[in-house]
């Protein structure tokens, strides 16, 4: 079993948890609402990648009603939670290494955390398989965990459940958003309380598409 496939799985195991810790979660919503703002179109098409619960969808839904989201995630039961959150919007199983057979055309993208389970390598091909998804103008939404991507490890919780976090910093992103024609138009961190630990930094990556 590879570290991508021990991480959904555990996802898979912890859904119901990580739906109780997240849904209305407001740490975050600050930088969901930078995306709102840049999203100008009141029934704009939204693909979220890794939608985890639906708890991202549920809050941009609750800004923008409108929104018409499809989501998608590689545990299923995270999918089957996410569809019960968000009667109105659209959820299926796959994974985000799968994008470019979407064949669809979207207004946006939201991509929270999907990139701290991924490689450098997946995390470029992903970057230009949302390009490819997006129409010109199109808006990207893109977190990390931002540190030094050779401290990249399994974390292992006191119940011995297991996930790989890959670390990545602006500077590799930026590389790849260039390539891949987009143009950054806001960068945020936010400093996250870890216990028995100096805080994590989140980073967030606003980018249309030209």
């Known amino acids: 079993m590879d570290k991508y496939e021990i991480t959904v799985n555990t996802f898979n195991k912890l859904a119901g948890k990580y739906q109780e ?9 600050d930088t969901y609402d930078t995306f709102c703002d840049l999203i100008k179109n009141d029934r704009a098409a939204i693909f979220e990648i890794a939608c985890g619960p639906g708890n991202i969808t549920q809050y941009l839904l609750s800004k923008r009603p409108g929104f ?7 545990a299923p039961n995270m999918v089957e939670l996410a569809r019960a959150n968000n009667p109105a919007a659209s959820f299926h199983v796959l994974d985000s290494r799968d994008i470019s ?3 669809k055309k979207f207004d946006a993208v939201m991509c929270g955390f999907c990139t701290p389970y991924l490689s450098k390598e997946d995390v470029a091909k992903l ?3 949302i390009r490819a998804l997006l129409k010109t103008d199109g808006i ?4 990390t965990m931002e540190d030094d991507y050779e401290k990249s490890d399994f974390q292992t919780s006191s119940d011995g459940d297991r996930v790989f976090i890959h670390y ?3 500077d590799f992103l930026k590389l790849h958003l260039d390539a891949n024609r987009f143009r950054i138009v806001d ?3 936010k400093a996250f309380p870890v216990e028995n630990g100096p ?3 989140d980073l967030f990556v606003f980018a249309q598409a030209y």
């Open 168 to 170: 990545h910093k602006l």
């Open 127 to 129: 970057i230009t398989d």
């Open 199 to 201: 805080p994590a930094t």
């Open 101 to 103: 057979s979407v064949g």
């Open 140 to 143: 990207l939404y893109l977190s």
């Open 187 to 189: 960068v945020k961190r």
């Open 68 to 74: 018409k989201v499809e989501g998608i995630d590689l």
């Open 21 to 29: 810790k997240y849904m209305g979660f407001d740490f975050y919503f």
